[in-house]
């Protein structure tokens, strides 16, 4: 293969795109990544679904993540315009962390990894909105098979791996240049390995009154008051840059409540048959309200030596 065909082979494949960013599960080594397989130096390979994802993972999971269903109703809240104010504000914010890294690691502009990605839709937006020239790269992660099928589609300059948010990530050291956890567990160990230097971690977590309406009538669970201490004490060893709070209004059909509760952890609480008869008597054209914190935090300078007396 000619070096012009290695690149336009890179282009069409995000995982061979970001392969240089990648690190063996098993053994740490240096990967590369074709149309089959991701393999490493001393023999270790992955084989890579027929839909683009691979799983770097050096044991099995513990814990798959969401199912076939959750994911497909995220992705008709995502599809519907229902969230589109929070989208706007995840990729700005995403955006402006890339564009003000310079180059990044690596030859082909600054890094994304949304750890917990989903459906990839809103690393996707990052991306897109980060534009040229930065020509971000994004990586995906996240513990369900129905997910990242869909966020290895979700866009060009984005590669999707089944992995463990918890566990010690397939990355090398300093590779990213933003961590996104998006609705998602945050683990801290890891963004400070794998963050490279001037990096941002951004979460995006519900305020209480997120789905107000809904929690009421239907029985969602509520967020909890202290999540603000509680995503504090988890990001110890990192200062809050930016915080803000997106507040819109929905006016979701029956049918788009129901995406919205199959979509988030009650669905995992409430019985379906009770959950339609709730969504039922609730009035008809009833606002939804909205309420997300977009959270933007670095690394904390590490503290002058002082010379001894």
């Keep these: ?40 130096g001393a023999g270790h390979a992955f084989d890579r679904a027929r839909q683009g994802y691979a799983s770097l993972l050096a044991r099995p999971l513990r814990f798959h993540g969401d199912d076939a269903k959750m994911v497909g109703a995220r992705g008709a809240v995502l599809e519907s315009g229902l969230y589109d104010p929070l989208l706007r504000a995840v990729a700005d914010a995403g955006a402006d962390v890339l564009s003000g890294t310079g180059a990044g690691p690596g030859p082909d502009g600054p890094v994304a990894v949304d750890l917990g990605c989903g459906t990839g839709t809103y690393l996707a937006g990052v991306l897109e909105q980060a534009g040229e020239p930065v020509g971000a790269r994004g990586i995906g992660i996240d513990a369900s098979k129905a997910a990242v099928r869909a966020a290895a589609r979700a866009h060009p300059r984005m ?8 566990a010690e990530l397939p990355m090398a050291d300093a590779a990213a240049d933003l961590i996104m956890s998006v609705f998602a567990p945050r683990n801290a160990s890891a963004y400070h390995r794998v963050l490279a230097p001037g990096g941002a971690v951004m979460v995006v977590a519900p305020e209480p009154g997120h789905l107000a ?24 060893g990192f200062d809050e840059l930016r915080a803000d709070t997106v507040r819109w209004a929905m006016r979701p059909t ?6 919205i509760v199959a979509m988030g952890p009650s669905a995992r609480h409430l019985d379906a048959a009770r959950v339609r008869a709730r969504i039922a008597r609730l009035p008809v054209g009833q606002t939804v309200t909205g309420a997300v914190a977009v959270r933007v ?3 904390t300078p590490a503290a002058p030596l002082t010379a001894p007396e």
């Excluded at 293969?1 to 494949?13: I, K, P, T």
């Excluded at 669970?221 to 202290?226: A, G, Q, S």
């Design 1 to 40: 293969m000619s070096d012009a065909d290695a690149a336009r082979d890179v282009v069409a494949d995000p995982l061979a795109g970001v392969a240089d960013l990648l690190r063996c599960p098993v053994c740490g080594g240096a990967v590369e990544a074709d149309r089959r397989a991701v393999r490493c």
């Design 213 to 236: 309406e809904l929690v009421d009538g239907i029985g969602l669970l509520r967020v909890d008051e202290r999540k603000v201490e509680r995503l504090a004490g988890a990001l110890s």
């Design 254 to 259: 029956p049918d788009q409540v129901a995406a």
């Design 159 to 166: 590669a999707a791996l089944l992995g463990d948010a918890w």
């Design 297 to 299: 935090f670095r690394r």
